[in-house]
């Protein structure tokens, strides 16, 4: 309300409370009337008659302090809602509980109101106080819903700078890999060595280098989910210990080797079954040989497409499955809505509609590089099989490789034994025929 428009109102409402007859004056309408009191008397009372204008004037500043509590109700409603929808991400009970509280109550409120409006109850008895109160709550409750939506805009910036960072990381990658594969082409004229492939050519080489493509995606994926993480707020710390327990990382970059853990753990489980379960099945040797192919036949379809495409196109397939699959179980629930707010990711990979996000692309595509290593070590007589290596065990190079040097440089233990003990395997090993693939391990 302006200031013009309050002076009048309130030049009017003291007009109304004030006026009495000067010396002298008439009251056309007015006199001394008989009223009965509570004891049963008759008194005589004088009455003053009734401005048409101040009275308008005094309904006009009462309905103007009723709109304005109306209005403040309002706001304490979309305040106490903007509260309800932060406390989703990340998921605060008590902040909910308390802002669906307020929201219950101010609708009790209007209710209220409501009902005051339509029986025409809408007396104040100190109407200009009660105006200037519901426009400072207004304002407050406008100031909680922008502080909000602020703080809301803030983590929506932090969660696409995170995936700026990403894509600027992945991009840099994309850079080595095409000046490497240049380089390749220049010095022997072919891009990989696996365009040209077949059955009959294969060879334990073709595993290896595809094996350190498959983790490098790993890898790149892993960053991806560290950096949703600490996005989320979550205790870097305290996850890295869920994941591996009593281990003391020698450095904190050290944190992101358990996460690598955790994700091949999900995604190899099953690698030694054809496919990708723990059911045992007999088969004949002509069976043998004809699974070689099917699983060669699938390796070279997958091979040279994006794996979103390939989603798309074929959204039944094996490999569809396997992913439907592995995104349950790598990503609770609970770490999906904590990162997105929401589990759209979920329900889209749950009914064969795959989401385009930076997120899932990732997944997808080191999905497909585990996917295709998996077929490729079935297409191998012997097949390629996959180990880890236990907690505690001694460190061989035969079969390891550690990813941390400081034990080489510590001196022994109490028990006069030098030589490293594994702390957990990170990235698994394979072995077919005489040929290993070492386990990359955290030493200890």
């Known amino acids: 309300m302006d200031t013009p428009m309050k002076g009048r109102f309130a030049s009017a409402f003291a007009k109304v409370l004030h006026r009495r007859p000067g010396k002298g004056e008439v009251i056309p309408d007015g006199g001394l009337k008989k009223i009965k009191t509570s004891d049963g008397e008759l ?13 308008k004037l005094q309904n006009e500043v009462i309905t103007e302090a009723f709109l304005a509590k109306v209005f403040a109700s309002v706001s304490a409603i979309k305040a106490a809602y903007a509260a309800l929808q932060q406390a989703q991400s990340p998921y605060d ?4 509980q308390s802002a669906d509280d307020l929201v219950v109550e101010e609708m009790k409120t209007l209710a209220e ?28 409750n406008l100031v909680k819903t922008y502080e909000i939506t602020g703080k809301k805009l803030d983590n929506q910036v932090k969660l696409k700078d995170s995936e700026i960072m990403f894509l600027r990381e992945k991009l840099k990658e994309e850079k080595k890999e095409i000046k490497l594969l240049e380089n390749r082409l220049d010095s022997s004229g072919s891009l990989s060595g696996l365009e040209e492939l077949h ?45 591996v327990p009593n281990v003391v990382f020698w450095k904190r970059s050290h944190r992101s080797f ?11 489980d099953g690698f030694n079954d054809p496919y990708f379960s723990n059911s045992k099945s007999a088969s004949s040797l002509t069976n043998l040989e004809k699974r070689r192919e099917e699983f060669f ?16 196109w074929k959204p039944k397939s094996a490999f569809a499955k396997f992913c439907c699959f592995k995104y349950s179980k790598l990503v609770h629930p609970k770490l999906e809505e904590s990162l997105f707010g929401n589990l759209d990711q979920r329900n889209q990979v749950n009914s064969g509609q795959y989401p385009e996000t930076p997120f899932f692309s990732a997944f997808a595509e080191m999905a497909k590089r585990v996917w295709l290593l998996h077929c490729l070590a079935f297409s191998f007589l012997p097949v390629a099989s996959v180990f880890q290596v236990s907690q505690g065990s001694k460190f061989s190079e ?11 440089i510590i001196s022994p233990n109490d028990t006069g034994d030098s030589q490293p003990r594994v702390a957990f395997t990170v990235i698994p090993g394979f072995k077919f025929s005489s040929t290993i693939v070492q386990c990359q391990v955290y030493l200890r």
């Open 43 to 55: 008194k005589d009372v004088l009455v003053f008659p009734k401005d048409d204008e101040d009275e």
């Open 93 to 96: 009970p008590e902040l909910i």
């Open 113 to 140: 109101m409501r009902q005051c409006f339509f029986k025409k109850q809408l007396d104040e008895t100190s109407p200009e106080t009660t105006l200037a109160e519901a426009e400072i709550q207004e304002m407050k």
């Open 199 to 243: 059955l009959s050519t294969l060879c334990p080489n073709h595993f290896i280098g595809f094996h350190k493509r498959t983790v490098k995606s790993i890898r790149s994926f892993v960053r991806l989910l560290v950096v949703e993480v600490e996005s989320a707020e979550w205790d870097l710390e305290a996850a890295a210990s869920t994941i």
């Open 258 to 268: 358990a996460f690598e853990s955790f994700v091949c753990r999900e995604m190899f």
């Open 297 to 312: 036949a699938r390796f070279m379809e997958l091979k040279s497409a994006k794996a979103t495409d390939y989603l798309a």
């Open 398 to 408: 035969l079969y390891m490789v550690g990813l941390n040097d400081e034990p080489f």
